[in-house]
């Protein structure tokens, strides 16, 4: 069937939604598993962690793909879900209960992604949503910057670091996070020596392929009703009939995107939101000279395009020392879309130039090199 891929077995839409609705519950219990690691939690260093963060539809799965399959790199899973909060206690349940491996199939975004239950996958969010409960509230600023304190939660997410790196049998810690694109700063407070890989792509591309995954997730929840629950549980509002806006600091614009969209002006909307968020990553870049030189911008038609060169670039910026089987493996795997086309009308077309000029042109797409301010990002 059409849509099986979105299918939530009844047993794991009842335990995740048990989960989902007692935060204080695992909480506690993800600070009772930090007592119980006692000293292997304090033996371990988080070093320079990699924070990668993009719109959805950016190419960030892959930059996550590319720098997981370093030995030393340590991520999330997509097994990991729903019991985030105890990663070792339920990675050891996993373990024990294993039954063989599974066959790799296609990710739902239709994309050609082809995932396992160990593939590297975005879960983290799941624990900002435990504490931080307004972060996906589009009438608010979803914004954290060096000024905003959270003391439990900036406790517990160090110790769940630690834990996934215990766990996972790594040195260093990976993430993908579309949601950290309003957190860099903060993430950069609690680790000075954090690497961020920041992911886009030419506006028109990215709005054709932001549209396209919508539809279908809004058409999958349609025929596959628990999987809208699961997306709200797993932390994912990007697509589909609970899509949220990120709130970049502009509460008016915010606004006049969700208007587009609820009239049906899906492309001026996704062009106008994209404008957003990259204005916003542009102003912090230009404004934090810490986080310009923490940070690496990565256009996905330049890793398209030049794949080995941006491969090598981007271990470079994190640190990492390339394997050559990762850079023979992915030299020429990684292309451009070809498997749908963007269909806009000549006003859609117009519209999205009007909205994205201005911000792009900040990003190199006039010029065709991106601004010498991004280090290594040319």
């Known amino acids: 069937m059409a849509y099986d891929v979105f299918h939530v077995p009844r047993p794991m839409h009842w335990f995740s939604g048990f989960v989902h609705h007692t935060p204080g519950l695992w909480r506690w219990l993800g600070n009772v598993e930090s007592l119980s690691l006692g000293q292997q939690l304090r033996s371990i260093e988080i070093r320079q962690p990699c924070f990668i963060a993009g719109l959805a539809r950016s190419g960030s799965t892959?930059?996550?793909e590319i720098i997981a399959a370093q030995a030393s790199v340590a991520t999330h899973q997509y097994r990991d879900f729903p019991l985030i909060d105890t990663p070792c206690w339920w990675n050891r349940f996993l373990d024990l209960a294993a039954r063989g491996g599974a066959e790799p199939e296609e990710r739902a975004h239709g994309d050609g992604l082809l995932v396992t239950p160990q593939s590297p996958e975005a879960m983290e969010e799941m624990l900002w949503m435990r504490f931080f409960?307004?972060?996906h509230d589009?009438?608010?600023s979803n914004v954290l910057d060096r000024q905003s304190k959270h003391p439990a939660f900036e406790q517990f997410f160090q110790d769940h670091l630690k834990k996934l790196l215990l766990i996972r049998g790594g040195t260093r810690y990976a993430s993908k996070g579309n949601y950290n694109l309003t957190r860099l700063?903060?993430?950069l407070e609690q680790f000075p020596d954090a690497r961020m890989v920041l992911s886009l792509r030419r506006?028109?591309?990215h709005v054709a392929s932001l549209r396209k995954t919508h539809a279908l997730f809004c058409q999958a929840a349609a025929a596959q009703p628990r999987s809208l629950a699961h997306l709200r549980r797993a932390g994912h509002f990007e697509f589909g009939r609970d899509r949220r806006a990120i709130n970049a600091g502009d509460d008016e614009v915010v606004r006049s995107v969700t208007e587009l969209w609820e009239?049906?002006?899906e492309v001026r909307g996704w062009a106008r939101y994209w404008a957003h968020l990259y204005g916003h990553v542009a102003e912090r870049l230009g404004a934090d000279t810490a986080l310009r030189g923490a940070s690496m911008v990565v256009r996905h038609e330049d890793l398209c395009a030049d794949t080995e060169a941006r491969i090598r670039r981007l271990m470079q910026h994190c640190q990492l020392a390339p394997v050559e089987e990762v850079v023979d493996r992915y030299r020429d795997a990684v292309q451009l879309p070809t498997y749908y086309e963007a269909g806009f009308t000549a006003a859609e077309e117009a519209a999205i130039e009007e909205e994205t000029q201005a911000v792009a042109a900040l990003f190199g797409y006039e010029s065709g090199?991106?601004?010498?301010?991004?280090?290594?990002?040319?």
Request: hydrophobic share 40%.
């Open 369 to 378: 090199t991106l601004l010498a301010d991004y280090p290594l990002a040319t």
């Open 138 to 140: 589009p009438s608010r």
């Open 133 to 135: 409960p307004d972060l």
């Open 185 to 187: 700063e903060y993430l």
């Open 62 to 64: 892959l930059l996550l």
């Open 263 to 265: 009239a049906g002006e």
């Open 203 to 205: 506006p028109r591309d």
